[in-house]
């Protein structure tokens, strides 16, 4: 295996591993601030347990995040040095704007946890989860403004084999970031609520039918559906803007290799890699075209006018499938929960209807690993499309090999010691004898 290779599974690892906390560290600010909102203005204590209970739940992935996304940056000066000298010129901005994000997350973070009866009003307590949200929500812009630039490097000139020319804003400000940042905030909010949706179903499916957990469910599947809406109509955007500057991408996506118009949008099949020719897939009539180019007369670049050796792995459209197959699952269960909730009360608790909403937890994430993978491998061979290749990026060092092997075991101990403390935590504090401490106050 060459180091090339070596150093984007470890990198992709440390990504994968690292998008889990995230995404729940983009989304989760959110899920708090609504729950505690809801409390206030209704001047109920089970919304406001809620968003204690969940906050205490965030603060160990933000742990964790804090972590594998420094490792993140750190890898990324290791094993692609090669990049890194360009980056580190003309991309640096947001790399350090991100950290002072964090910083103000952090802060606000810390006061919120350790504020809940300092306040003789609940208002001011949650005017301190304010800065929370907005931090996590730049944090995520200023990282994703940097794989934005890799998609559509700008800003600098390359004369005489050095860089000139640099304009941080405008690298910053590419073509891919307006359509990169809608989509991971979106998604991180969406994924986030199917989440604590997931969590709120199993246990009342496990018989904890109480409002508490009902509540919760009705909360998070509500904002899980406007956020699922909202990343699908991201998602239209995006893939208008891969035909514009990435048709590459869009053509392996949809092993589209002959430029035409009435392009079909092919889900699953077989490719047939001697002949080109796609089997079993279900074609939608000219969908391509329109996704493309908003017309289903519109013309869409194929890959058989791109040169062969810039052709992403043609893998990536059982990932794009994936990605948008889930997200597609997961508007139309949460449409059905919401339905049953305002016109058949008595089916929002069916057992079947909350067992799929448990399913959708871990397959909402999965839709995010699935949407970076290829966001990233689609991106291939590129780390700087146009102007460097991963390979010519990549570290010479020989001791790539080892630092997988040690990090795979790292990242297998953080994800089993989340998990049980995780557990562990939701195991010693039961909600019940909470709300029943809390009915007696009031």
């Known amino acids: 295996m060459d180091l090339a290779l070596q150093s984007r599974i470890l990198f992709g690892l440390t990504l994968g591993f690292h998008i889990i906390y995230a995404t729940i560290g983009v989304g989760m600010p959110l899920l708090l601030l609504l729950a505690e909102t809801m409390g206030i203005v209704k001047k109920d204590q089970q919304y406001r347990l809620l968003a204690r209970r ?45 950290t002072f994000a964090f910083f103000f997350e ?14 003789k009003k609940p208002l001011f307590h949650l005017l301190v989860l304010i ?51 809608a989509h991971v905030l979106t998604s991180a ?23 508490y957990y009902k509540k919760a469910l009705r909360l998070s599947m509500m904002v899980g559906l406007i956020f699922a809406v909202a990343t699908a109509v991201v998602g239209d955007l995006s893939g208008k803007f891969l035909a514009a500057y990435q048709p590459e991408k869009l053509a392996a996506a949809e ?6 118009t009435h392009a079909d949008l092919l889900v699953g099949g077989t490719l047939d890699r001697t002949t080109n020719e796609v ?36 893998i990536i459209h059982y990932w794009f499938d994936l990605m948008v197959g889930i997200g597609s699952f997961m508007i139309v269960l949460s449409c059905i929960f919401v339905a049953c909730r305002i016109w058949k009360p008595q089916l929002e608790w069916n057992r ?49 090999g ?7 075991v790292i990242y297998a101990l953080l994800g089993i010691l989340t998990v049980y403390v995780l557990v562990r935590m939701a195991r010693r504090n039961p909600v019940e004898p909470l709300l029943d401490a809390r009915s007696e106050q009031t």
């Not at 603060?59 to 804090?66: D, W």
């Not at 074609?283 to 519109?298: C, E, I, K, N, Y």
């Open 54 to 98: 969940l906050a205490k739940g965030y603060s160990i992935t933000v742990a964790v995040g804090v972590v594998t996304g420094t490792i993140i940056g750190l890898q990324l000066s290791l094993l692609f040095p090669g990049f890194m000298k360009i980056a580190g010129q003309v991309i640096s901005l947001p790399l350090f704007m991100e």
């Open 106 to 119: 952090a802060i606000f973070l810390g006061i919120y946890l350790y504020t809940w009866s300092r306040f």
């Open 131 to 181: 800065p929370v949200a907005i931090g996590s929500g730049l944090s995520a812009f200023f990282i994703t403004t940097v794989n934005a630039f890799m998609n559509t490097p700008q800003g600098f000139t390359i004369e005489n084999g050095a860089i000139a020319n640099i304009e941080p804003l405008k690298a910053m400000f590419n073509p891919a970031t307006p359509t990169k940042v």
């Open 189 to 211: 909010y969406m994924t986030t609520a199917f989440v604590i949706a997931a969590i709120a179903a199993w246990f009342i499916l496990r018989g904890h039918r109480n409002e």
């Open 255 to 260: 092993w589209h290799f002959e430029t035409k």
């Open 279 to 314: 089997n079993y897939a279900l074609r939608l009539p000219s969908m391509l075209s329109f996704l493309a180019t908003d017309s289903f007369q519109g013309e869409v670049t194929g890959l058989n006018d791109i040169p062969k050796e810039n052709w992403p792995p043609l």
């Open 352 to 400: 079947w209807l909350l067992g799929l909403i448990v399913l959708g937890g871990p397959l909402s994430m999965l839709a995010i690993e699935f949407g970076w993978i290829f966001a990233e491998v689609g991106r291939q061979p590129w780390i700087l499309r146009g102007y460097m290749t991963v390979a010519e990026a990549a570290t010479t060092s020989p001791d790539v």
């Open 402 to 408: 080892a630092m997988l092997v040690l990090f795979s």
